[in-house]
């Protein structure tokens, strides 16, 4: 259920990067539902087929635009491009990002890099040229982080990494770019079900078990009370929130959910449950 009302973004430009599927999607379609034209860039446009479709059939408008996060030259270009079609860009969510279980001392140099490229390089690739549109405007970024980034948890160290970094990021650029008008936020989503998280982060049914088994609340997250938070900070609604990480998680990042407080043992009830 969303706290905004339906034209919240009307006459508004929000670009999401990755915005065709899972979260992105989600995020993508609100926007555009709440008035804004939503500019959806990722390295496939075959990934913003349903976000067209949606934009045709519900009446917002949607540019789609391939673009690799990682390549710093073409960020310039795109954001320059759609700046002048657009006339300005009000909104960025930097929600594209890459991930994969994988133990440390398994994980290749390049595919740390890899991941620390898309999802911390390619934030700040983002954030650099949106903020230089937004310099004479203000506007508002939205970042998506993980509750790791505080935490940690193994087999994500490269995407920890990557997150951590979007949090210091996050804090600093909201603090840099105050005084331009620039609001700079985060959330942080526990585990959520989208179409790539489950084949990636929790491949088998064990896995699945075990992590839900870490969330007090007993259940995975959805990309659409993800997408609310997102789209809250995102509006004008919270003009004195900046630099905030809002974490969202089912209480998975608070240490022993299971304890049973009367005697102190760990209550397995859920992981042995189906
Ligand atoms: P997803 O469906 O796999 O979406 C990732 C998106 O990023 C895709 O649309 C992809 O599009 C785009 N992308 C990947 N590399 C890119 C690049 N180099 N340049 C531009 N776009 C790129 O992911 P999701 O599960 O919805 O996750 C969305 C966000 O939530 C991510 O930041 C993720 O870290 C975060 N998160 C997810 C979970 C979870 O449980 N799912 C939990 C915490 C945080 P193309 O393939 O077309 O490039």
Redesign the pocket.
């Known amino acids: 259920m969303s706290l905004l009302n339906d034209d919240t973004f009307k006459n508004q430009t929000a670009i999401v990067?990755?915005?065709?599927?899972?979260?992105?999607?989600?995020v993508s379609s609100r926007l555009g539902r709440m008035g804004a034209t939503v500019v959806c860039?990722?390295?496939?446009?075959?990934?913003?087929t349903e976000l067209l479709a949606r934009g045709e059939q519900e009446g917002f408008p949607v540019v789609s635009r391939a673009?690799?996060?990682?390549?710093a030259r073409a960020v310039k270009t795109v954001v320059r491009e759609i700046r002048d079609t657009c006339g300005g860009i009000d909104v960025l969510v930097?929600?594209?990002?890459?991930?994969f279980i994988r133990p440390a001392m398994m994980l290749a140099p390049r595919a740390f890099a890899s991941v620390i490229?898309?999802?911390l390089n390619?934030v700040f690739y983002m954030s650099r040229e949106v903020g230089r549109v937004m310099r004479d405007t203000g506007g508002r970024i939205v970042n998506?982080?993980?509750?790791y980034a505080a935490t940690g948890k193994p087999g994500v160290v490269h995407?920890a990494c990557?997150?951590a970094g979007v949090e210091a990021m996050t804090k600093t650029l909201a603090s840099e770019w105050a005084g331009y008008g620039i609001r700079v936020n985060a959330v942080?989503?526990?585990?959520?079900?989208?179409?790539?998280?489950a084949d990636?982060?929790w491949p088998s049914k064990e896995m699945e078990k075990a992590i839900l088994g870490q969330i007090p609340l007993g259940r995975?997250?959805t990309?659409g009370e993800?997408a609310d938070l997102v789209c809250l900070l995102a509006s004008n609604d919270v003009p004195w929130m900046t630099g905030t990480i809002l974490l969202a998680?089912g209480g998975w990042s608070l240490p022993d959910p299971m304890m049973n407080p009367e005697d102190g043992r760990i209550d397995r009830r859920r992981q042995s449950s189906d």
């Open positions: 990067t990755g915005g065709g599927t899972g979260l992105g999607l989600a860039v990722s390295r496939n446009t075959g990934h913003h673009l690799d996060v990682r390549d930097n929600n594209a990002a890459g991930n490229d898309i999802a390619g998506i982080s993980a509750p995407s990557a997150k942080s989503p526990g585990p959520f079900v989208s179409a790539g998280a990636r982060l995975f997250g990309t993800v998680d």
